[in-house]
């Protein structure tokens, strides 16, 4: 390792971690100069805490989080400049409320179930006198929280007042559903499978039911990263590029998932993780490593619509903090022909629609009255 740059950087147990395990296992980290650790943290708090203090120079991160660090003015400056993936989160509940629902269809093509049958359960619930439902998300600022909560609202639940809904860390969702402690949960893979797999529970709607090809993780790095060891960043970035790429070739699954199954790493059954990579997970091809504005508003009107922001904050300003898209692609075109095929991504600059699946069209310029346009809403003022 004498003369490689030394960088941390953190990551959660979750399979769209596999561009930052693939650089490492691939030696991508290496052949640009550095020297990566990689630590697996408990939670996304932890993340957040260690990134913001210096702990970490960087760590795979929930998109929205990034941004909230951006809104709430902590002085924490973290810079989002590659996304990690499209895809891959799903929307789970227990073998018993299945049950109780009707066994509603669960098919992971076509349109996601609505809520609708969710929500006449809860009525009767209430009438009997039981207790609100309790569903899980994994951080408040986070695309599970949103997508949930965009779900239950869709079919005329309040998250805020008909069901509960807590925060448990990735690896913990499924002991907590086994234990009878939540009913459902939104959380990335593969822990949707392994619920699945043990029996547990069923995969009512995937991410790419509610939002085709949506965005989820970033990597998160200190802004001082950044501004102190600009070479470095423009290496990390060209390796993770990389992984990206090659998480992606179908002809790398068997050994990207022995990879992540290992005991340091997610800690998941190798049948867990195949699942898990079917269902649509997206690392690199058709510009998925490129952090979009568009996502970044998207989540900011969510933040909005949920009382989590000031409505009357400059959205544009904390997305251009954050967002750095322009550190992507200096990094990635100058990859060349080392990356093949070849960076088709160069011209796919235009706008990407987000449209989730109610049809409800989003611009981006005009987050703010986005957020507000929704019957079920928390907007402050």
Same mark, same amino acid.
């Given at each position: 390792?004498s003369g ?52 970490l ?5 929930l ?17 989002a ?22 066994g ?6 076509g ?29 408040p ?78 990597? #998160?790095?200190?802004? !001082?990263? $950044?501004?102190?060891?600009? *070479?470095? %960043?423009? @290496?990390? &970035?060209?390796?993770?590029? =990389? #992984?990206?790429?090659? !998480?992606? $070739?179908?002809?790398?699954? *068997?050994? %990207?998932? @022995?990879? &992540?199954?290992?005991?340091? =790493? ?6 867990a ?18 952090p ?23 959205l ?12 992507y ?53």
């Open positions: 390792m490689l740059s030394e960088l941390r950087l953190g990551f959660i147990p979750l399979t769209d971690c596999a561009p930052l395990i693939a650089a490492q296992a691939q030696g991508f980290f290496e052949d640009e100069g550095l020297a990566v650790e990689l630590v697996r943290e408990a939670s996304w708090a932890t993340v957040r805490d260690k990134v913001a203090v210096g702990a120079d960087g760590s795979h991160m998109a929205p989080m990034a941004l909230a660090m951006a809104a709430e003015d902590s002085g924490s400056v973290v810079l400049p590659l996304a990690l993936n499209r895809n891959g989160s799903a929307i789970t509940v227990s073998m018993a409320l299945f049950e109780a629902l009707g509603v269809s669960t098919g992971l093509a349109p996601p179930p609505s809520a609708a049958c969710l929500q006449a359960l809860i009525a009767e619930r209430r009438t009997r006198g039981d207790g609100p439902l309790t569903f899980a998300v994994v951080f600022y986070s695309m599970h929280n949103y997508l949930l909560r965009y779900w239950l609202a869709q079919g005329g639940i309040d998250p805020d007042r008909d069901v509960r809904l807590v925060v448990i860390p990735p690896p913990r969702m499924v002991e907590r559903m086994r234990a009878g402690e939540i009913d459902g949960f939104c959380v990335g893979a593969p822990w949707n499978a392994v619920a699945e797999l043990e029996g547990i529970g069923r995969i009512l709607a995937a991410s790419s039911q509610l939002w085709p090809d949506g965005p989820d993780k970033v990597l #998160g790095v200190s802004g !001082a990263l $950044a501004v102190r060891k600009p *070479d470095e %960043l423009r @290496a990390l &970035l060209r390796a993770i590029i =990389r #992984g990206a790429a090659w !998480a992606d $070739a179908p002809e790398n699954r *068997d050994a %990207l998932i @022995a990879h &992540l199954a290992g005991p340091d =790493r997610i800690e998941a059954t190798p049948t993780i195949a699942r898990a990579l079917e269902h649509e997970l997206i690392f690199h091809r058709d510009a998925a490593g490129l979009r504005r568009e996502h970044g508003l998207w989540f900011l009107s969510q933040m909005i619509r949920w009382g989590q922001i000031d409505p009357s904050r400059d544009n300003a904390i997305v251009d903090q954050v967002y750095r898209p322009d550190l692609r200096e990094a990635a075109l100058s990859l060349g022909p080392v990356l093949e095929p070849a960076l088709v991504f160069a011209d796919a600059v235009a706008p990407v629609e987000a449209r989730l699946f109610d049809g409800r069209p989003f611009d981006p310029n005009a987050a703010r009255a986005y957020a507000e346009s929704f019957d079920i809403a928390r907007v402050q003022g």
